[in-house]
């Protein structure tokens, strides 16, 4: 009750100077606003970028060369598609080659030691100039297995893919994503046709129909040809890659683990923490992408959180400067028996109370500022329950902490010294 | 008639600095109960400061001071709050009322304070006696100053105190206003509050029972 009555109290009294108390919670609700708007917008970058992933299909594992590490890779401006995590040419990992052979891609393949796999390719990655319209074109170039366009979807629209014979022969076969067909070859038939990479003639056999862009890479920029030839071509004994399919979502843990044992005992490696690969799941790129993103919007959302402690110093200084002006306020309040703590609770209540309508008209702002970025930055920012509790969390914390000194000094004043005060 | 207040040898010594200024220089006072006491004295006499240390707005330098058989010289600055709140009612010469709010939630400013349960019926009541009924609802700057003495007398009234403090209460008011005022006192001391007014005209000292005067810091007349 007693609450019930200071809390309108303060309400009346944060009314009487609307545009003061307005002026006074503006620095709040851009600080609130800013936490709020980025991290929505880090929220949907987030989402953004896990869907995409997501299309890299959740059964698939791909094995990496090297000990743990982050994906890296990314593509050069020149080169279009490619999967962004395999190197250009060579291998990956620190300087190292390969250590993931022709022999590894067989062993994985045998079903008696991983019974969880459906598929498994051995990829080895480079690119090729060709001309588009005159000009000169860097083409990624994938050599895979077969199976390779089954794990990832993707459907032929002319000719024929590669076979197995094709791969043990290392026949110069290439099978182009429709891009490709439709910049190199225009309107004319690409099957059959001749084109270099390296010192190699390869034969265009088949098109692929028009795939999503799925994951970091296009597979419609990319020219796919057989893993071994694609050795053979590059001067490359190893793969840069591999990736493989658990026949199932429940059987991804298992398959991964499978793995691990079967390229550990293959290249006769006792610890796990010594493993010259790794091997990573959807998942395991979805919280690697989690963490830095992550760690970005929190970076983001720290530097806005500055301007939220300017804002509670603007808060502070009001309440000093209301506490002059109220003096005699406050000793008439003591005159009729307030306590101490009763002057206490009455300030400290204005001001939480004014932070905390800073607070809800920031996340307002921090939504619509979040909306309005969205327009040109092409994803959804996602307004979380959880930052919306930390923004009125924070807002009221700063209320409290920095209405806590103008509370005390009205607070300790002392009745006579007030009455007097002119 | 039961004593309520009584002073001992009450001291009060400003210092400002390396000067003292004595204020009080060892009043000694009884006050019955239900008593309509005037304490007087030109400017500078002292008088504000004793009525301020029976107010227990102020702490006097030594001597004690009983309210009601209790020594409470020497109680702690919440206690002196709840003592303000329950049995003392105050009434200033000016800047009586929170500003800028209404004549009811000023008369009930004092229950927000308060233990007790005061009803705003109560309120309305006490509004009543002082004839503002029809005012209930103006802000504290749309009254007059004779207004403004009477809604500080209802709120003074709120809690039901045993006495009633009044510092130069019609000091700002006109002589009919000033005649009314004093009249609602007369009328509150009838019923049984013990009433003490400090003032400097002899006009309005008239309408107390007793009248103490007050010379550099001493009770010189009775």
């Given at each position: 009750?007693?609450?019930?009555v200071?809390?309108?109290?303060?309400?009346?009294?944060?009314f009487?100077?609307?545009?003061?108390?307005?002026?006074?919670?503006?620095?709040?609700?851009?600080?609130?606003?800013?936490?709020?708007?980025?991290?929505?917008?880090?929220?949907?970058?987030?989402?953004?970028?896990s869907?995409?992933?997501?299309?890299?299909?959740?059964?698939?594992?791909?094995?990496?060369?090297?000990?743990?590490?982050?994906?890296?890779?990314?593509?050069?401006?020149?080169?279009?598609?490619?999967?962004?995590?395999?190197?250009?040419?060579?291998?990956?990992?620190?300087?190292?080659t390969?250590?993931?052979?022709?022999?590894?891609?067989?062993?994985?393949q045998?079903?008696?030691?991983?019974?969880?796999?459906?598929?498994?390719?051995?990829?080895?990655?480079?690119?090729?100039?060709?001309?588009?319209?005159?000009?000169?074109?860097?083409?990624?170039?994938?050599?895979?297995?077969?199976?390779?366009?089954?794990?990832?979807?993707?459907?032929?629209?002319?000719?024929?893919?590669?076979?197995?014979?094709?791969?043990?022969?290392?026949?110069?076969?290439?099978?182009?994503?429709?891009?490709?067909?439709?910049?190199?070859?225009?309107?004319?038939?690409?099957?059959?046709?001749?084109?270099?990479?390296?010192?190699?003639?390869?034969?265009?056999?088949?098109?692929?129909?028009?795939?999503?862009?799925?994951?970091?890479?296009?597979?419609?920029?990319?020219i796919?040809?057989?893993?071994?030839?694609?050795?053979?071509?590059?001067?490359?004994?190893?793969?840069?890659?591999?990736?493989?399919?658990?026949?199932?979502?429940?059987?991804?843990?298992?398959?991964?683990?499978?793995?691990?044992n079967?390229?550990?005992?293959?290249?006769?490696?006792?610890?796990?923490?010594?493993?010259?690969?790794t091997?990573?799941?959807?998942?395991?790129?979805?919280?690697?992408?989690?963490?830095?993103?992550?760690?970005?919007?929190?970076l983001?959302?720290?530097?806005?959180?500055?301007?939220?402690?300017?804002?509670?110093?603007?808060?502070?200084?009001?309440?000093?400067?209301?506490?002059?002006?109220?003096?005699?306020?406050?000793?008439?309040?003591?005159?009729?028996?307030?306590?101490?703590?009763?002057?206490?609770?009455?300030?400290?209540?204005?001001?939480?109370?004014?932070?905390?309508?800073?607070?809800?008209?920031?996340?307002?702002?921090?939504?619509?500022?979040?909306?309005?970025?969205?327009?040109?930055?092409?994803?959804a920012?996602?307004?979380?329950?959880?930052?919306?509790?930390?923004?009125?969390?924070?807002?009221?914390?700063?209320?409290?902490?920095?209405?806590?000194?103008?509370?005390a000094?009205?607070?300790?004043l002392?009745?006579?010294?007030?009455?007097?005060?002119? | 008639?039961?004593?309520?207040?009584?002073?001992?040898?009450?001291?009060?010594?400003?210092?400002?600095?390396?000067?003292?200024?004595?204020?009080?220089?060892?009043?000694?006072?009884?006050?019955?109960?239900?008593?309509?006491?005037?304490?007087?004295?030109?400017?500078?006499?002292?008088?504000?400061?004793?009525?301020?240390?029976l107010?227990?707005?102020?702490?006097?330098?030594?001597?004690?001071?009983?309210?009601?058989?209790?020594?409470?010289?020497?109680?702690?600055?919440s206690?002196?709050?709840?003592?303000?709140?329950?049995?003392?009612?105050?009434?200033?010469?000016?800047?009586?009322?929170?500003?800028?709010?209404?004549?009811?939630?000023n008369?009930?400013?004092?229950?927000?304070?308060?233990?007790?349960?005061?009803?705003?019926?109560?309120?309305?009541?006490?509004?009543?006696?002082?004839?503002?009924?029809?005012?209930?609802?103006?802000?504290?700057?749309?009254?007059?100053?004779?207004?403004?003495?009477?809604?500080?007398?209802?709120?003074?009234?709120?809690?039901?105190?045993?006495?009633?403090?009044?510092?130069?209460?019609?000091?700002?008011?006109?002589?009919?206003?000033?005649?009314?005022?004093?009249?609602?006192?007369?009328?509150?001391?009838?019923?049984?509050?013990?009433?003490?007014?400090?003032?400097?005209?002899?006009?309005?000292?008239?309408?107390?029972?007793?009248?103490?005067?007050?010379?550099?810091?001493?009770?010189?007349?009775?």
């Amino acid at each position: 009750m007693k609450l019930y009555v200071m809390f309108k109290q303060s309400l009346k009294a944060i009314f009487r100077n609307k545009g003061r108390s307005f002026l006074t919670i503006l620095g709040i609700i851009i600080g609130i606003g800013s936490v709020i708007a980025l991290i929505s917008l880090g929220n949907g970058v987030k989402a953004t970028i896990s869907d995409r992933i997501a299309t890299l299909g959740t059964t698939n594992l791909t094995i990496m060369p090297g000990g743990q590490r982050n994906f890296g890779g990314g593509q050069s401006s020149s080169q279009r598609g490619g999967p962004g995590f395999s190197q250009n040419e060579g291998p990956s990992g620190f300087g190292n080659t390969s250590t993931l052979t022709v022999d590894d891609l067989k062993s994985l393949q045998d079903k008696s030691k991983n019974p969880k796999l459906k598929a498994v390719t051995g990829d080895i990655s480079g690119s090729t100039i060709l001309k588009v319209s005159g000009e000169d074109t860097r083409f990624s170039v994938l050599g895979t297995s077969v199976s390779y366009f089954n794990i990832h979807n993707l459907n032929l629209k002319s000719g024929a893919l590669y076979t197995d014979n094709d791969v043990q022969s290392k026949t110069k076969a290439a099978v182009l994503g429709s891009e490709v067909a439709d910049e190199v070859f225009g309107t004319g038939n690409p099957l059959n046709q001749t084109f270099m990479i390296e010192n190699d003639t390869y034969k265009v056999i088949g098109v692929l129909s028009k795939a999503n862009e799925s994951g970091f890479g296009n597979p419609n920029a990319q020219i796919f040809v057989p893993n071994l030839s694609a050795m053979a071509t590059f001067g490359n004994n190893n793969f840069n890659s591999m990736t493989a399919q658990a026949i199932d979502d429940n059987s991804v843990d298992q398959a991964k683990t499978d793995i691990q044992n079967t390229l550990l005992s293959a290249h006769k490696i006792s610890e796990a923490k010594l493993a010259d690969f790794t091997v990573f799941t959807s998942r395991d790129l979805l919280s690697t992408v989690g963490n830095v993103t992550g760690i970005l919007t929190s970076l983001l959302a720290g530097i806005a959180a500055i301007s939220l402690v300017v804002g509670g110093i603007g808060i502070m200084n009001i309440m000093l400067v209301s506490v002059t002006e109220r003096t005699r306020e406050i000793g008439l309040r003591k005159a009729v028996g307030a306590r101490t703590i009763d002057i206490l609770e009455q300030f400290i209540l204005e001001a939480v109370i004014l932070t905390l309508v800073g607070g809800v008209l920031g996340i307002g702002l921090g939504t619509i500022i979040g909306k309005v970025a969205a327009r040109f930055v092409g994803f959804a920012p996602i307004v979380t329950l959880s930052s919306v509790f930390l923004a009125v969390g924070v807002s009221s914390a700063i209320g409290l902490i920095f209405g806590i000194y103008p509370a005390a000094k009205a607070a300790r004043l002392d009745p006579i010294e007030t009455l007097r005060y002119e | 008639m039961e004593g309520i207040i009584k002073l001992k040898n009450i001291k009060k010594i400003y210092k400002t600095g390396e000067e003292e200024t004595p204020a009080l220089k060892g009043i000694e006072l009884a006050i019955k109960k239900g008593e309509f006491m005037a304490i007087m004295g030109p400017s500078g006499s002292g008088k504000s400061t004793l009525m301020h240390i029976l107010g227990l707005l102020d702490h006097p330098t030594d001597g004690s001071y009983i309210l009601d058989n209790k020594d409470i010289s020497k109680i702690s600055k919440s206690k002196q709050a709840n003592i303000r709140n329950k049995q003392i009612g105050f009434v200033f010469q000016q800047f009586n009322l929170l500003p800028r709010t209404t004549v009811l939630d000023n008369v009930m400013l004092p229950t927000i304070y308060g233990k007790q349960k005061i009803t705003e019926t109560k309120a309305r009541e006490l509004i009543k006696e002082v004839g503002l009924t029809d005012r209930i609802n103006y802000k504290s700057n749309q009254l007059s100053g004779g207004q403004i003495q009477r809604v500080a007398i209802a709120r003074a009234l709120i809690m039901g105190p045993s006495i009633i403090l009044a510092d130069e209460p019609t000091g700002n008011l006109n002589t009919k206003n000033s005649k009314e005022i004093m009249e609602i006192f007369k009328k509150i001391n009838k019923k049984g509050a013990t009433i003490i007014l400090v003032t400097h005209e002899a006009d309005i000292a008239k309408y107390a029972d007793r009248i103490i005067e007050l010379k550099d810091g001493q009770i010189v007349e009775e």
